[in-house]
């Protein structure tokens, strides 16, 4: 069973092979009860991430106004929908899953096949007059205030301007963008991701900047293309090699490498020093984001598979399918990074907003040694800008089991055990930040006491764990289904 | 110039994008202010769309367009 869905799971190329699998293992649904773009699609996209561990994917195909289009939200809108993608059986624990992709580091090497553009099936349909995104695209307001229809969980793939060449720096990341008019979108960057140094550069010397964004693709590109990897690494090889699968690429209309088998494929020019106001859009940390004056893209043309399926995503105010697409992959290069220096880290949890607040679990080598771990993940990549509060917690605390960290956090954490440093970045649109990207950093240590520290460990109480135990919790969860059945 | 009024930024003049068509009938229209780039489908709750029912919070200062930043600037 687990090897199928192992093999399963390593044979998905797009969206639509990932949704069937879902399907198969009762983690999709299909809405055809008819349904107004504003404010059903949102209501039913909240109330489905409700049950962070179980949500399924919805497909809409009866939405008013947009006859015969389908929509899909919530398809990495669980932790049993993340673990199918992993190849892994519902019920997986998070920490697990989290493991699992750990373990997946410099496992595999990346796998990446060339389809032609004749045979891509990106490039069944193909629009080059005309042009008008809502033609296409059945887009709806994600949150009520949003300044406009937003595509939520698009990846935009880019090549240098200034080295066109070369695949490796080929960019793929996910920015939000807003619909400006039938044939046009902005784009919101931040100078020190990959694409606001593309844009930079292209309007320093006046080289065009050509993009083309993927939507409803291959459901390991979103999961993995998000990292914080290095510049000059390819998002395709590295998500191939984190899928432990091959990747098909083909050619864009505009020459850009992208993913054969994605939905829709929109290709466009930067208009090089033109801003237009963009915003306010409900981000992440469960806030709005300000009205500023971003790049604007003018499509060029767009490709589609047939009777296409558009993937969107809700963000907002947590739990959203946000968390669950990022959350994973947040925490497991922090933890690698940490136990380059500090082997003695056994696990970090920074689902909590992209990492605004994250827990790490560590065996103290020494009264204190907790604080000194906490530095050095603030010095992270991650944690430069994202890691603001940070909870410490001894090895036999589980970081993904909020119970047990409250128990540490009653039991283990005196009052002047906290660290606060003033003053420090942070990410612009967390809402507590002194000044948009300047703040606090808080670091409490809840891990118990070394000598020379007097007090020592108490005498616990040690219930049973381990393998055998979460078998029998799993063993009870599937007893108590089929006794409902 | 349209005479349809943005509900953000209050300005008239938005122009039509896109309508959402069943058998032929128009469903809904997805309205565009060129003044302060608000896009809006004229079938949304008047929470977010109803002039002088939206939040004020969410408003757009037409007058003063200049407040907004520009982002990524040499
Ligand atoms: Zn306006």
């Given at each position: 069973m687990m090897q199928d869905l192992a093999k399963r799971s390593r044979s998905i190329t797009s969206l639509r092979d990932f949704l069937e699998m879902l399907g198969d293992a009762g983690q999709a649904i299909t809405w055809s009860d008819r349904v107004m773009p504003e404010p059903d699609v949102r209501n039913i996209a909240v109330a489905a991430s409700r049950d962070a561990n179980g949500a399924p994917a919805i497909l809409f195909d009866n939405i008013a106004g947009y006859p015969g289009k389908r929509t899909a939200v919530g398809v990495h809108g669980s932790w049993d929908n993340i673990a199918l993608l992993l190849g892994r059986p519902k019920g997986t624990t998070i920490r697990e899953l989290f493991f699992e992709i750990a373990g997946r580091w410099g496992d595999a090497a990346a796998q990446i096949s060339t389809v032609p553009e004749g045979q891509a099936p990106v490039h069944e349909c193909r629009i080059e007059s005309g042009i008008n995104l809502y033609d296409v695209l059945p887009v709806y307001r994600i949150n009520e205030y949003d300044g406009g229809f937003y595509l939520g969980k698009a990846s935009v793939a880019s090549r240098?301007?200034?080295?066109?060449?070369n695949f490796g720096k080929q960019n793929v990341g996910i920015y939000r963008l807003q619909l400006q008019g039938p044939d046009s979108f902005t784009l919101m960057t931040i100078p020190a991701h990959d694409m606001g140094r593309q844009i930079l550069a292209a309007e320093r010397t006046g080289l065009p900047l050509k993009i083309a964004v993927m939507l409803g693709?291959?459901?390991g590109l979103a999961v993995f293309a998000a990292t914080p990897i290095g510049y000059e690494e390819s998002e395709y090889s590295y998500a191939s090699a984190m899928m432990g699968a091959p990747i098909r690429l083909t050619t864009s209309g505009n020459g850009i490498d992208i993913l054969?088998?994605?939905e829709i494929v929109i290709e466009a020019e930067m208009v090089l020093g033109e801003r237009v106001v963009e915003g306010p859009f409900g981000e992440f940390p469960g806030s709005y984001s300000g009205v500023r004056k971003a790049p604007i893209f003018k499509v060029t043309a767009i490709s589609h598979r047939k009777n296409p399926i558009f993937e969107n995503i809700y963000i907002g105010?947590?739990?959203?399918e946000h968390d669950t697409l990022i959350g994973l992959h947040t925490s497991a290069p922090i933890y690698a990074q940490l136990r380059q220096n500090?082997?003695?880290?056994?696990a970090v949890n920074a689902l909590y907003q992209h990492g605004l607040t994250g827990i790490v679990s560590v065996k103290n080598r020494m009264a204190g040694f907790a604080k000194t771990v906490a530095l050095r993940a603030l010095s992270t990549p991650h944690g430069v800008m994202y890691l603001k509060n940070l909870i410490m917690v001894d090895a036999d605390v589980d970081p993904f089991d909020l119970n047990q960290v409250m128990w540490a956090l009653s039991t283990r954490t005196r009052a002047d055990d906290i660290i606060v440093l003033p003053n420090m970045p942070a990410v612009p649109i967390d809402p507590s930040a002194v000044v948009p990207g300047k703040g606090h950093r808080l670091i409490i240590d809840a891990t118990s006491y070394l000598p020379p520290d007097p007090v020592g460990e108490a005498h616990l109480v040690t219930p049973p764990t381990g393998p055998d135990i979460d078998e029998l919790s799993k063993k009870i969860r599937a007893m108590q289904l089929g006794a409902a059945q | 110039m349209s005479q349809t009024v943005c509900p953000r930024c209050t300005t008239s003049g938005a122009v039509d994008d896109y309508q959402g068509k069943e058998d032929g009938k128009v469903v809904w229209t997805i309205h565009r202010c060129p003044t302060c780039c608000f896009s809006w489908r004229d079938s949304e709750p008047a929470s977010a769309i109803g002039l002088g029912i939206r939040?004020?919070?969410?408003?757009?200062d037409a007058a003063n367009l200049d407040r907004y930043p520009k982002i990524l600037q040499q």
């Open positions: 240098d301007p200034e080295d066109p060449d693709n291959h459901p054969a088998d994605s105010r947590g739990w959203t500090f082997p003695e880290v056994t | 939040s004020a919070d969410f408003a757009v």
